[in-house]
Structures are given as structure tokens and as C-alpha cells.
């Protein structure tokens, strides 16, 4: 009993000692406690964004129309990157177990780049095999991907203390929008300079292929960076707690089951919100790229605010508000069609959006002891994955038969019902907020 008012009390007297600080100086002090491999992992992955989110999304489906594939191939093409990357998750959880965390993120940053490269030596192939070469770079690709995303969380977590945890989490979810901003800027403006330098046009498919190269170029760049970072050998460092505990498989699935249901939620507005305002409101291209774009400065903010946020409710609380708020914000898009309502409630459901990724994930690797966390991850992976594919496919059905408004309808159901699960859970678990031991 002793021992634990002991901690209560060093808890409460951290909670206390921030609370007397500001904002600008609580990220200062957590930032000033960043150890080298978290600033080398920030630096790695905030280049990676810049492709991953930026110039892969404007590009790369310009370049397989210009190489004259059709958008039902293309449709192909990313449901079985989805599929792959469903796959994959757990198998590379388990597998950096055993190589080490930071082994594990090199091997991913390696094939996602050698993926990207690989599509981009298409041409170099018979056109009768463009086809299969495609696929299987989009296999090699996604399997990076898996690998990448199963053991960033983790190794956060292992490379920070309580302190800085939360701010180091929320650096990273601001990090994301903020480069895919910068890599969509180069996106636009980088096949039009590229084809002017070499007197070609933009209907070939050289200019988008020369500006995809950046991609690997930065990839394996970064290999150079993150190799002096700690290891991590997560299987090691706990082997002691993995001989007496079981993995916690009923709270792995209740937990992907919450993450699965605000996946669906996010992807009716993700992958369907520029064809609702194009279909259904005769909104402008330009305006369209407009309203998307704006959308995109949100998050940084909204990323910022995590730490406050998890300081104030709790990491489980937190998450179960950032689903209720974007769950009631799709009702506006399904009940009101008008231009500025539809555009409030995108930009509110992308800011919540980026605090639900950022409280899930930390959320996520506090649910389960350390060695169960590049497990725990990759359930978050595969009910993102599922979640998507299943929004993406029967969206499109639901449009045809119903339209936007039951779609939109059935993305704050789901939004809903996960905030619900996870309530029920917090309530049921008695999960407190720090501030809560006061």
C-alpha cells in the first residue's frame, strides 16, 4: 500500500507541476526530453510522409492512367493492397518481435520503397507483363507498409517515458497531415516542371514516373538516419512478463472491433466526400481541392491538443469522445445539403479524425503489456484495413441504391456504435484519468 500511494502521489504532483505551465512550454520541456531515437524516428518518418501521403496519393494512379490502365484495375490494384496490408499486420508484429523494432521499421521503409520502385521499372518490361509486375510491386509495397505502421506506435513507446509520451504521439500525428500538405504541394507543381525541362506533356507518363522517384530516392535515404537508433528488441526486453502472460486475444478483438466500426465511419467520408460534392452538390473542381485542402490544416492543430486532452480525461476517454463528436458531425452531411454545412462538418469529422488515429494508438499500446504491443498495433491495422475495404465497396452499393444520405447515415452509426463499445468498456474497466488520482 505504501509503495502504491507513493506512485499516486509522484503521479499527482506531475499532473500538478503541468498544470502551473503553459502549452508552449509543456511541448518545450517534453521535446527537450526527446531522446536521440525518438528525434530519429520523427525525422525518418516525417520523410516518408512526404511520398507516402503526399506524392504517392496525387500521382501515382495518374501514372497507370497514363500507362492506359483503366479505373477498374485500378480499383483492383488498391483492394489488394488493402488485403495485403490486412494480412500482413500480425505476421510482421510477430516478426519484429523477434528482429527488433527498429529492424523492423528499416525491413518495412525498404520495401515500401523498393515497392514504389519496382512499379515505377514497369516500362521496362514487356507490356504483356505489366499487368503481373504491377501487382506484385503493389505486394511488395503494402508488406513495407504493414511493417512500417505495426511498429511506429511500439517503438514510441519504447523510447519515451510518461512524461513525454503523449507530446512525442501527438508531434507525430501533427507531423503526418503537415508533410502530406508539403507532398502534395510537390505533387502538383513537380510533373509540370519535369515536363517542360524535358519538352514532354503531361498526357505521357514520364513526367509523373520521374516525379515518383523521389519517393525511393527518400526512402532509402532514410535507412542512413534511423540506423544509428536503438534496436528495441521488444522479444528480449520482456521475455520474463511473456513466460507467465497470455495474450490478452478477447481484449485484442473487442479492441479491433471499435477500431474496425470508426474505420468504416472514416472511410464513407475519406474515399466518398469529393465524388458527394461533385455528384450531389455541383461543386467546382477548384473548390472541391479548396475545401479538401483546408481540411488538411486542421489536424495539426487538432494533434496538438492531445496531450491536454489525455491529461484532462483519460487516453480511453479521449478516443471515445473524438468518435462521438465525428459521429454526430456526419449527420449534418447526410440531413443538410448545402455547400458550407457539408464543408464545416469535413474539416470538423478530419480534425477528430486525427485525434481518434493519435488517442488509438496510444490507447492501444497502454491496453496490453509490452510484449503484446506490435500485436495489439496490428490489430489496429487490420480493422483500418477491413474497415476501409468494407466502406469503399459496400459505399458504392449503398450510394447506388440509396444515396449520399444513407450513407453518410450509416458512417455515424458505426462512429456511434464504436464510441458506445468503448464507453461501455472504460466504465466497465474503471479506467480513470491521471488527474483522477487528485
Same mark, same amino acid.
Given at each position: 500500500?505504501?509503495?502504491?500511494?507513493?506512485?499516486?502521489?509522484?503521479?499527482?504532483?506531475?499532473?500538478?507541476?503541468?498544470?502551473?505551465?503553459?502549452?508552449?512550454?509543456?511541448?518545450?520541456?517534453?521535446? %527537450?526530453?526527446?531522446?536521440?531515437?525518438?528525434?530519429?524516428?520523427?525525422?525518418?518518418?516525417?520523410?516518408?510522409?512526404?511520398?507516402?501521403?503526399?506524392?504517392?496519393?496525387?500521382?501515382?494512379?495518374?501514372?497507370?492512367?497514363?500507362? &492506359?490502365?483503366?479505373?477498374?484495375?485500378?480499383?483492383?490494384?488498391? %483492394?489488394? &493492397?488493402?488485403?495485403?496490408?490486412?494480412?500482413?499486420?500480425?505476421?510482421?508484429?510477430?516478426?519484429?518481435?523477434?528482429?527488433?523494432?527498429?529492424?523492423?521499421?528499416?525491413?518495412?521503409?525498404?520495401?515500401?520503397?523498393?515497392?514504389?520502385?519496382?512499379?515505377?521499372?514497369?516500362?521496362?518490361?514487356?507490356?504483356?507483363?505489366?499487368?503481373?509486375?504491377?501487382?506484385?510491386?503493389?505486394?511488395?509495397?503494402?508488406?513495407?507498409?504493414?511493417?512500417?505502421?505495426?511498429?511506429?506506435?511500439?517503438?514510441?513507446?519504447?523510447?519515451?517515458?510518461?512524461?513525454?509520451?503523449?507530446?512525442?504521439?501527438?508531434?507525430?500525428?501533427?507531423?503526418?497531415?503537415?508533410?502530406?500538405?508539403?507532398?502534395?504541394?510537390?505533387? %502538383?507543381?513537380?510533373?509540370?516542371?519535369?515536363?517542360?525541362?524535358?519538352?514532354?506533356?503531361?498526357?505521357?507518363?514520364?513526367?509523373?514516373?520521374?516525379?515518383?522517384?523521389?519517393?525511393?530516392?527518400?526512402?532509402?535515404?532514410?535507412?542512413?538516419?534511423?540506423?544509428?537508433?536503438?534496436?528495441?528488441?521488444?522479444?528480449?526486453?520482456?521475455?520474463?512478463?511473456?513466460?507467465?502472460?497470455?495474450?490478452?486475444?478477447?481484449?485484442?478483438?473487442?479492441?479491433?472491433?471499435?477500431?474496425?466500426? &470508426?474505420?468504416?465511419g472514416e472511410g464513407t467520408v475519406r474515399i466518398f466526400f469529393n465524388v458527394y460534392l461533385d455528384m450531389a452538390?455541383?461543386?467546382?473542381?477548384?473548390?472541391?481541392?479548396?475545401?479538401?485542402?483546408?481540411?488538411?490544416?486542421?489536424?495539426?492543430?487538432?494533434?496538438?491538443?492531445?496531450?491536454?486532452?489525455?491529461?484532462?480525461?483519460?487516453?480511453?476517454?479521449?478516443?471515445?469522445?473524438?468518435?462521438?463528436?465525428?459521429?454526430?458531425?456526419?449527420?449534418?452531411?447526410?440531413?443538410?445539403?448545402?455547400?458550407?454545412?457539408?464543408?464545416?462538418?469535413?474539416?470538423?469529422?478530419?480534425?477528430?479524425?486525427?485525434?481518434?488515429?493519435?488517442?488509438?494508438?496510444?490507447?492501444?499500446?497502454?491496453?496490453?503489456?509490452?510484449?503484446?504491443?506490435?500485436?495489439?498495433?496490428?490489430?489496429?491495422?487490420?480493422?483500418?484495413?477491413?474497415?476501409?475495404?468494407?466502406?469503399?465497396?459496400? &459505399? %458504392?452499393?449503398?450510394?447506388?441504391?440509396?444515396?449520399?444520405?444513407?450513407?453518410?447515415?450509416?458512417?455515424?452509426?458505426?462512429?456511434?456504435?464504436?464510441?458506445?463499445?468503448?464507453?461501455?468498456?472504460?466504465?466497465?474497466?474503471?479506467?480513470?484519468?491521471?488527474?483522477?488520482?487528485?
Amino acid at each position: 500500500m505504501p509503495a502504491n500511494s507513493d506512485k499516486q502521489a509522484n503521479v499527482t504532483e506531475h499532473v500538478n507541476d503541468e498544470m502551473e505551465m503553459g502549452p508552449i512550454q509543456k511541448y518545450r520541456q517534453a521535446m %527537450g526530453a526527446f531522446s536521440p531515437s525518438l528525434r530519429r524516428l520523427l525525422l525518418t518518418m516525417a520523410l516518408i510522409y512526404i511520398p507516402g501521403l503526399g506524392l504517392i496519393p496525387v500521382l501515382q494512379n495518374l501514372y497507370r492512367l497514363r500507362l &492506359g490502365f483503366d479505373v477498374q484495375f485500378i480499383g483492383l490494384l488498391v %483492394g489488394l &493492397g488493402q488485403v495485403v496490408w490486412a494480412a500482413a499486420a500480425l505476421p510482421a508484429g510477430l516478426l519484429s518481435n523477434r528482429i527488433g523494432l527498429r529492424n523492423g521499421l528499416m525491413l518495412g521503409i525498404g520495401l515500401f520503397g523498393l515497392g514504389l520502385a519496382l512499379l515505377l521499372l514497369v516500362e521496362s518490361r514487356p507490356e504483356s507483363q505489366w499487368q503481373a509486375w504491377l501487382m506484385g510491386s503493389q505486394v511488395v509495397f503494402w508488406l513495407g507498409t504493414a511493417l512500417i505502421t505495426v511498429n511506429v506506435a511500439p517503438y514510441v513507446m519504447a523510447v519515451t517515458g510518461e512524461g513525454e509520451r503523449r507530446y512525442a504521439f501527438a508531434t507525430f500525428s501533427a507531423t503526418l497531415p503537415a508533410m502530406a500538405l508539403v507532398g502534395s504541394l510537390v505533387a %502538383g507543381v513537380l510533373p509540370g516542371l519535369l515536363a517542360g525541362w524535358l519538352d514532354l506533356t503531361l498526357d505521357q507518363p514520364a513526367p509523373y514516373r520521374l516525379a515518383l522517384w523521389l519517393g525511393p530516392v527518400l526512402s532509402f535515404g532514410t535507412l542512413a538516419i534511423l540506423v544509428r537508433a536503438d534496436p528495441v528488441h521488444a522479444a528480449r526486453q520482456y521475455a520474463r512478463q511473456g513466460r507467465t502472460a497470455r495474450a490478452p486475444l478477447a481484449l485484442l478483438a473487442f479492441f479491433g472491433l471499435v477500431v474496425f466500426l &470508426g474505420a468504416i465511419g472514416e472511410g464513407t467520408v475519406r474515399i466518398f466526400f469529393n465524388v458527394y460534392l461533385d455528384m450531389a452538390l455541383g461543386v467546382a473542381p477548384a473548390a472541391i481541392g479548396s475545401i479538401m485542402g483546408l481540411a488538411q490544416l486542421l489536424p495539426i492543430g487538432a494533434a496538438l491538443a492531445v496531450p491536454f486532452l489525455v491529461a484532462r480525461w483519460g487516453t480511453g476517454s479521449a478516443l471515445a469522445a473524438s468518435l462521438l463528436g465525428a459521429g454526430l458531425l456526419f449527420l449534418p452531411l447526410a440531413a443538410v445539403p448545402l455547400v458550407w454545412v457539408t464543408a464545416v462538418a469535413y474539416m470538423g469529422i478530419i480534425a477528430l479524425v486525427t485525434l481518434t488515429a493519435t488517442t488509438r494508438d496510444m490507447f492501444g499500446q497502454e491496453l496490453v503489456l509490452p510484449r503484446w504491443r506490435t500485436s495489439s498495433q496490428g490489430v489496429v491495422v487490420v480493422g483500418l484495413a477491413l474497415g476501409w475495404s468494407l466502406a469503399g465497396i459496400a &459505399g %458504392g452499393a449503398l450510394i447506388t441504391v440509396s444515396g449520399f444520405t444513407a450513407l453518410y447515415c450509416a458512417g455515424a452509426l458505426a462512429a456511434l456504435l464504436a464510441a458506445g463499445l468503448l464507453a461501455g468498456y472504460l466504465r466497465w474497466a474503471g479506467i480513470r484519468p491521471a488527474a483522477a488520482l487528485e
